[in-house]
Protein backbone atom coordinates (compact mmCIF):
# COMPACT_ATOMS: atom_id res chain seq x y z
CA UNK A 1 0.00 0.00 0.00
CA UNK A 2 1.03 3.79 -0.70
CA UNK A 3 1.16 6.52 1.82
CA UNK A 4 2.83 9.92 1.63
CA UNK A 5 7.02 10.04 2.05
CA UNK A 6 7.00 6.01 1.83
CA UNK A 7 9.46 4.67 -1.03
CA UNK A 8 7.41 3.63 -4.16
CA UNK A 9 6.82 0.17 -4.67
CA UNK A 10 9.45 -0.94 -7.08
CA UNK A 11 8.81 -3.73 -9.93
CA UNK A 12 9.92 -5.42 -12.85
CA UNK A 13 7.37 -5.88 -16.01
CA UNK A 14 6.73 -6.08 -19.24
CA UNK A 15 7.12 -2.72 -21.59
CA UNK A 16 7.45 -2.74 -24.92
CA UNK A 17 11.16 -1.57 -24.61
CA UNK A 18 12.35 -4.52 -22.32
CA UNK A 19 10.15 -7.61 -21.35
CA UNK A 20 11.72 -6.88 -18.11
CA UNK A 21 11.76 -3.26 -17.70
CA UNK A 22 12.91 -2.50 -13.76
CA UNK A 23 11.13 -0.06 -12.33
CA UNK A 24 13.63 1.26 -10.26
CA UNK A 25 15.93 2.37 -12.73
CA UNK A 26 13.49 5.39 -13.36
CA UNK A 27 14.60 7.38 -10.64
CA UNK A 28 15.97 11.03 -11.31
CA UNK A 29 12.64 12.67 -12.60
CA UNK A 30 9.35 12.76 -11.66
CA UNK A 31 6.70 10.52 -12.18
CA UNK A 32 3.34 10.47 -13.27
CA UNK A 33 1.49 7.19 -12.92
CA UNK A 34 -1.81 5.86 -14.73
CA UNK A 35 -3.55 2.72 -13.19
CA UNK A 36 -6.10 2.11 -16.39
CA UNK A 37 -9.24 0.67 -15.82
CA UNK A 38 -10.92 -2.22 -18.14
CA UNK A 39 -13.89 0.28 -18.58
CA UNK A 40 -13.45 2.21 -21.70
CA UNK A 41 -15.11 5.11 -20.89
CA UNK A 42 -13.22 5.61 -17.44
CA UNK A 43 -9.63 4.55 -19.62
CA UNK A 44 -10.73 7.50 -22.63
CA UNK A 45 -10.94 9.88 -19.54
CA UNK A 46 -7.63 9.06 -18.18
CA UNK A 47 -6.06 9.14 -21.69
CA UNK A 48 -7.67 12.32 -22.41
CA UNK A 49 -5.70 13.90 -19.13
CA UNK A 50 -2.38 12.46 -20.03
CA UNK A 51 -2.72 14.63 -23.61
CA UNK A 52 -2.91 17.29 -21.53
CA UNK A 53 0.25 16.16 -19.68
CA UNK A 54 2.14 15.03 -22.71
CA UNK A 55 3.48 18.79 -23.78
CA UNK A 56 5.13 18.21 -20.33
CA UNK A 57 6.81 15.21 -20.72
CA UNK A 58 10.78 14.47 -21.46
CA UNK A 59 13.33 12.61 -19.94
CA UNK A 60 14.86 14.61 -17.82
CA UNK A 61 12.45 16.10 -15.64
CA UNK A 62 8.79 14.43 -16.08
CA UNK A 63 7.45 11.01 -17.34
CA UNK A 64 4.34 9.31 -17.57
CA UNK A 65 4.14 5.02 -16.56
CA UNK A 66 0.71 3.83 -17.58
CA UNK A 67 -0.05 0.54 -16.35
CA UNK A 68 -3.04 -1.81 -17.66
CA UNK A 69 -3.90 -5.47 -17.54
CA UNK A 70 -5.17 -5.83 -20.75
CA UNK A 71 -2.92 -7.15 -23.51
CA UNK A 72 -5.04 -5.89 -26.34
CA UNK A 73 -4.78 -2.13 -25.01
CA UNK A 74 -0.98 -2.74 -24.27
CA UNK A 75 -0.47 -3.79 -27.85
CA UNK A 76 -2.27 -1.05 -29.12
CA UNK A 77 -0.20 1.27 -26.93
CA UNK A 78 2.47 3.68 -28.71
CA UNK A 79 5.39 4.68 -26.22
CA UNK A 80 7.23 7.60 -26.38
CA UNK A 81 11.00 8.99 -24.87
CA UNK A 82 9.23 9.85 -21.68
CA UNK A 83 6.30 7.74 -21.51
CA UNK A 84 6.41 4.38 -20.47
CA UNK A 85 3.42 0.83 -20.56
CA UNK A 86 3.60 -1.31 -18.45
CA UNK A 87 1.31 -5.01 -18.94
CA UNK A 88 0.71 -5.72 -15.53
CA UNK A 89 -0.83 -9.09 -13.64
CA UNK A 90 -2.11 -7.56 -11.25
CA UNK A 91 0.61 -7.18 -9.04
CA UNK A 92 2.06 -3.91 -9.61
CA UNK A 93 -2.28 -2.22 -9.28
CA UNK A 94 -2.43 -4.31 -5.88
CA UNK A 95 0.73 -2.13 -4.40
CA UNK A 96 0.08 0.66 -5.55
CA UNK A 97 -3.85 0.55 -3.85
CA UNK A 98 -5.39 0.88 -7.65
CA UNK A 99 -8.15 -1.56 -7.18
CA UNK A 100 -10.62 -1.45 -4.46
CA UNK A 101 -11.23 -4.17 -2.23
CA UNK A 102 -14.76 -4.84 -4.20
CA UNK A 103 -13.02 -5.40 -7.12
CA UNK A 104 -13.71 -1.29 -8.26
CA UNK A 105 -11.16 0.55 -10.38
CA UNK A 106 -11.50 3.85 -9.85
CA UNK A 107 -8.66 4.89 -12.06
CA UNK A 108 -5.59 6.11 -10.02
CA UNK A 109 -2.90 8.12 -10.76
CA UNK A 110 0.32 8.63 -8.30
CA UNK A 111 3.15 10.88 -8.18
CA UNK A 112 6.31 9.64 -7.50
CA UNK A 113 9.06 12.19 -6.54
CA UNK A 114 12.86 12.18 -7.80
CA UNK A 115 13.52 9.81 -4.95
CA UNK A 116 11.27 7.19 -5.85
CA UNK A 117 9.26 8.29 -2.97
CA UNK A 118 5.64 8.84 -3.08
CA UNK A 119 4.13 12.22 -3.00
CA UNK A 120 0.38 12.45 -3.88
CA UNK A 121 -2.31 9.98 -5.50
CA UNK A 122 -5.87 11.21 -7.70
CA UNK A 123 -8.66 8.18 -7.44
CA UNK A 124 -11.30 9.08 -10.11
CA UNK A 125 -12.52 11.63 -12.42
CA UNK A 126 -13.22 14.11 -10.11
CA UNK A 127 -8.92 14.06 -8.75
CA UNK A 128 -7.71 14.94 -11.88
CA UNK A 129 -8.28 18.55 -11.94
CA UNK A 130 -6.03 18.33 -8.66
CA UNK A 131 -3.60 16.32 -10.26
CA UNK A 132 -3.18 18.58 -13.44
CA UNK A 133 -2.67 21.31 -10.59
CA UNK A 134 -0.15 19.95 -9.06
CA UNK A 135 2.05 18.81 -12.58
CA UNK A 136 2.18 22.89 -13.28
CA UNK A 137 3.90 23.57 -9.84
CA UNK A 138 6.30 21.26 -9.81
CA UNK A 139 9.88 22.27 -9.19
CA UNK A 140 12.69 21.30 -11.18
CA UNK A 141 13.86 17.57 -9.79
CA UNK A 142 17.12 18.90 -8.73
CA UNK A 143 15.16 21.66 -6.19
CA UNK A 144 12.33 18.89 -5.04
CA UNK A 145 13.77 18.26 -1.72
CA UNK A 146 13.64 21.82 -0.65
CA UNK A 147 17.44 21.93 -0.24
CA UNK A 148 20.30 20.71 -1.67
CA UNK A 149 21.12 16.95 -2.03
CA UNK A 150 24.67 15.02 -2.18
CA UNK A 151 24.40 11.50 -2.72
CA UNK A 152 25.51 9.62 0.52
CA UNK A 153 29.29 8.48 -1.26
CA UNK A 154 32.64 8.14 0.03
CA UNK A 155 35.35 10.07 -1.58
CA UNK A 156 38.84 9.11 -1.12
CA UNK A 157 41.89 10.30 -2.74
CA UNK A 158 45.78 9.16 -3.11
CA UNK A 159 44.11 4.99 -3.16
CA UNK A 160 46.41 4.33 -5.89
CA UNK A 161 49.75 6.25 -6.65
CA UNK A 162 50.28 7.99 -10.38
CA UNK A 163 52.70 5.35 -11.02
CA UNK A 164 50.53 2.55 -10.23
CA UNK A 165 47.83 4.06 -12.15
CA UNK A 166 50.17 4.36 -15.38
CA UNK A 167 51.10 0.64 -15.31
CA UNK A 168 47.03 -0.23 -15.08
CA UNK A 169 46.55 1.66 -18.52
CA UNK A 170 49.65 -0.17 -19.77
CA UNK A 171 48.41 -3.06 -18.75
CA UNK A 172 44.92 -2.51 -20.63
CA UNK A 173 46.53 -1.33 -23.70
CA UNK A 174 49.31 -4.31 -23.88
CA UNK A 175 46.51 -6.51 -22.95
CA UNK A 176 43.54 -4.66 -25.30
CA UNK A 177 39.80 -4.27 -23.78
CA UNK A 178 36.94 -7.15 -24.31
CA UNK A 179 33.29 -5.27 -24.72
CA UNK A 180 31.76 -5.35 -21.69
CA UNK A 181 27.94 -6.30 -21.31
CA UNK A 182 25.66 -6.23 -18.50
CA UNK A 183 24.17 -8.77 -16.03
CA UNK A 184 20.35 -9.63 -16.89
CA UNK A 185 18.21 -11.94 -14.98
CA UNK A 186 16.94 -14.18 -18.21
CA UNK A 187 14.68 -17.18 -17.57
CA UNK A 188 15.94 -17.36 -13.67
CA UNK A 189 19.71 -17.29 -14.49
CA UNK A 190 21.55 -14.35 -14.88
CA UNK A 191 23.66 -13.46 -17.99
CA UNK A 192 26.11 -11.43 -19.61
CA UNK A 193 24.05 -9.15 -22.56
CA UNK A 194 25.50 -6.69 -24.53
CA UNK A 195 23.45 -3.51 -25.94
CA UNK A 196 23.16 0.03 -26.12
CA UNK A 197 22.63 0.42 -22.30
CA UNK A 198 26.65 -0.15 -21.57
CA UNK A 199 29.59 0.82 -24.06
CA UNK A 200 32.81 0.09 -22.00
CA UNK A 201 35.68 -2.29 -22.72
CA UNK A 202 37.72 -4.25 -19.77
CA UNK A 203 40.95 -5.30 -19.47
CA UNK A 204 41.76 -8.52 -16.70
CA UNK A 205 44.40 -8.19 -14.18
CA UNK A 206 45.40 -11.69 -14.29
CA UNK A 207 49.11 -11.47 -12.69
CA UNK A 208 48.55 -13.05 -8.76
CA UNK A 209 51.75 -10.57 -8.02
CA UNK A 210 49.75 -7.27 -9.08
CA UNK A 211 46.59 -8.53 -7.52
CA UNK A 212 48.35 -8.39 -4.45
CA UNK A 213 49.51 -5.44 -4.81
CA UNK A 214 46.24 -3.91 -5.44
CA UNK A 215 44.27 -5.59 -2.83
CA UNK A 216 47.05 -4.47 0.05
CA UNK A 217 45.99 -1.08 -1.35
CA UNK A 218 42.60 -1.40 -0.92
CA UNK A 219 42.87 -3.05 2.32
CA UNK A 220 44.88 -0.52 4.13
CA UNK A 221 43.54 2.58 2.11
CA UNK A 222 39.80 1.98 1.26
CA UNK A 223 38.46 -0.67 3.44
CA UNK A 224 39.13 0.81 7.06
CA UNK A 225 37.63 4.26 5.37
CA UNK A 226 34.32 2.24 4.42
CA UNK A 227 34.24 0.54 7.93
CA UNK A 228 34.32 3.87 9.02
CA UNK A 229 31.68 5.77 7.19
CA UNK A 230 29.41 2.88 6.44
CA UNK A 231 29.94 0.66 9.79
CA UNK A 232 30.61 -2.43 7.11
CA UNK A 233 33.36 -4.71 6.66
CA UNK A 234 34.52 -5.58 4.14
CA UNK A 235 36.40 -8.86 3.82
CA UNK A 236 36.40 -10.07 0.09
CA UNK A 237 36.86 -8.17 -3.40
CA UNK A 238 35.32 -8.93 -6.73
CA UNK A 239 36.82 -8.36 -10.01
CA UNK A 240 40.44 -6.79 -10.73
CA UNK A 241 39.43 -5.14 -14.23
CA UNK A 242 40.68 -2.00 -15.92
CA UNK A 243 37.74 -0.55 -17.70
CA UNK A 244 38.06 1.75 -20.63
CA UNK A 245 35.56 4.31 -21.69
CA UNK A 246 36.20 5.94 -25.10
CA UNK A 247 34.53 8.76 -26.38
CA UNK A 248 35.05 7.87 -30.05
CA UNK A 249 32.80 4.67 -28.92
CA UNK A 250 30.58 7.01 -27.08
CA UNK A 251 31.53 5.42 -23.29
CA UNK A 252 29.13 5.50 -21.03
CA UNK A 253 26.69 3.25 -18.58
CA UNK A 254 22.73 4.18 -18.12
CA UNK A 255 21.51 4.46 -14.70
CA UNK A 256 21.27 1.01 -12.83
CA UNK A 257 22.30 -0.57 -10.18
CA UNK A 258 24.88 -3.11 -8.91
CA UNK A 259 22.87 -5.70 -7.30
CA UNK A 260 19.65 -6.26 -8.98
CA UNK A 261 20.25 -10.51 -9.88
CA UNK A 262 20.96 -13.62 -8.43
CA UNK A 263 24.30 -13.41 -9.79
CA UNK A 264 25.43 -9.90 -8.46
CA UNK A 265 23.05 -10.02 -5.00
CA UNK A 266 25.94 -10.68 -2.87
CA UNK A 267 27.71 -7.46 -3.76
CA UNK A 268 27.58 -4.53 -0.84
CA UNK A 269 29.86 -1.59 -2.53
CA UNK A 270 31.17 -0.70 -5.54
CA UNK A 271 34.28 1.43 -5.42
CA UNK A 272 35.39 3.47 -9.22
CA UNK A 273 38.94 4.51 -8.93
CA UNK A 274 39.91 7.02 -11.66
CA UNK A 275 42.97 6.21 -13.45
CA UNK A 276 43.68 9.67 -15.43
CA UNK A 277 40.96 11.70 -14.73
CA UNK A 278 42.61 14.93 -16.29
CA UNK A 279 42.77 13.19 -20.16
CA UNK A 280 39.48 13.59 -20.10
CA UNK A 281 35.27 15.70 -20.42
CA UNK A 282 32.18 13.89 -19.43
CA UNK A 283 32.60 9.83 -17.72
CA UNK A 284 31.70 10.79 -13.98
CA UNK A 285 29.52 9.49 -11.75
CA UNK A 286 25.96 10.58 -11.38
CA UNK A 287 23.45 9.02 -8.77
CA UNK A 288 19.72 10.63 -10.45
CA UNK A 289 17.64 10.06 -6.88
CA UNK A 290 20.00 12.74 -5.15
CA UNK A 291 20.06 15.06 -8.42
CA UNK A 292 21.96 15.72 -11.05
CA UNK A 293 25.72 16.60 -9.69
CA UNK A 294 27.98 14.76 -11.02
CA UNK A 295 31.18 12.91 -8.92
CA UNK A 296 34.84 12.41 -10.20
CA UNK A 297 37.47 11.69 -7.87
CA UNK A 298 41.23 12.69 -9.24
CA UNK A 299 43.45 10.58 -10.17
CA UNK A 300 44.38 7.43 -8.06
CA UNK A 301 41.15 8.46 -5.89
CA UNK A 302 38.20 6.51 -5.68
CA UNK A 303 34.23 6.84 -5.09
CA UNK A 304 33.19 3.98 -2.89
CA UNK A 305 29.29 3.36 -2.82
CA UNK A 306 26.45 1.07 -2.03
CA UNK A 307 25.69 -0.89 -4.85
CA UNK A 308 21.86 -0.38 -3.97
CA UNK A 309 22.09 3.12 -5.25
CA UNK A 310 20.91 4.24 -8.88
CA UNK A 311 24.02 5.66 -10.44
CA UNK A 312 25.06 6.00 -13.95
CA UNK A 313 28.58 6.51 -15.56
CA UNK A 314 28.29 9.94 -18.44
CA UNK A 315 29.10 9.71 -21.70
CA UNK A 316 32.77 10.33 -22.09
CA UNK A 317 32.56 13.64 -24.66
CA UNK A 318 36.92 13.54 -25.70
CA UNK A 319 39.25 11.50 -24.78
CA UNK A 320 39.72 8.41 -22.88
CA UNK A 321 38.71 7.29 -18.85
CA UNK A 322 40.07 4.72 -17.17
CA UNK A 323 39.20 3.19 -14.19
CA UNK A 324 39.40 0.56 -11.93
CA UNK A 325 36.12 -1.09 -10.72
CA UNK A 326 36.35 -4.00 -7.83
CA UNK A 327 33.32 -4.34 -6.03
CA UNK A 328 33.45 -5.34 -2.12
CA UNK A 329 31.34 -7.92 -0.11
CA UNK A 330 31.62 -9.80 3.17
CA UNK A 331 31.09 -13.41 4.76
CA UNK A 332 27.72 -13.51 4.56
CA UNK A 333 27.98 -12.13 0.75
CA UNK A 334 30.01 -14.93 -0.53
CA UNK A 335 27.17 -18.01 1.30
CA UNK A 336 24.64 -15.87 -1.19
CA UNK A 337 27.37 -15.81 -4.41
CA UNK A 338 28.19 -19.53 -3.54
CA UNK A 339 24.29 -20.54 -3.19
CA UNK A 340 23.47 -18.73 -6.68
CA UNK A 341 26.46 -19.81 -8.81
CA UNK A 342 24.36 -22.47 -10.30
CA UNK A 343 22.18 -19.60 -11.92
CA UNK A 344 25.02 -17.59 -13.55
CA UNK A 345 25.57 -18.21 -17.09
CA UNK A 346 29.36 -16.52 -17.37
CA UNK A 347 32.52 -16.92 -15.31
CA UNK A 348 32.17 -15.88 -11.62
CA UNK A 349 35.46 -14.46 -11.57
CA UNK A 350 34.61 -12.69 -15.13
CA UNK A 351 31.68 -10.96 -14.58
CA UNK A 352 30.09 -9.36 -17.62
CA UNK A 353 28.73 -6.08 -15.37
Known sequence: MIEFGRGAPWFVARSHKNPRYNFSSLGGRWLVMGFLPRDPAR????????????????????????????????????????????????????????????????GRWVLIDPSLRILDWFDGPQAEARLLDRLALLPAPDAHAGTPLNAPVLILPRVFEPELCRRLIALYDAAGGEISGTMREIGGRTVGVVDSFKRRRDAYVTDEDFRLELRQRIERRVL?????????????????????????EGGWFLPHRDNTTSGTAHRKFAC?????????????????????????????????????????????????RYAFLPFFYDEAGEAVRQANLHKLDVGPDRPAT
Open 43 to 106: RAQMMAVLDRIRPSLNAQSLAALLVTGEAEVFAAAKEGEALRWFLDDGVIAAGYGAVAADGAEP
Open 224 to 248: PQLNRAFQFEATRLERYIVARYDAE
Open 272 to 320: SINLNAEDFEGGDLRFPEYGSRTYRPPTGGAVVFSCSLLHEATAVTRGT
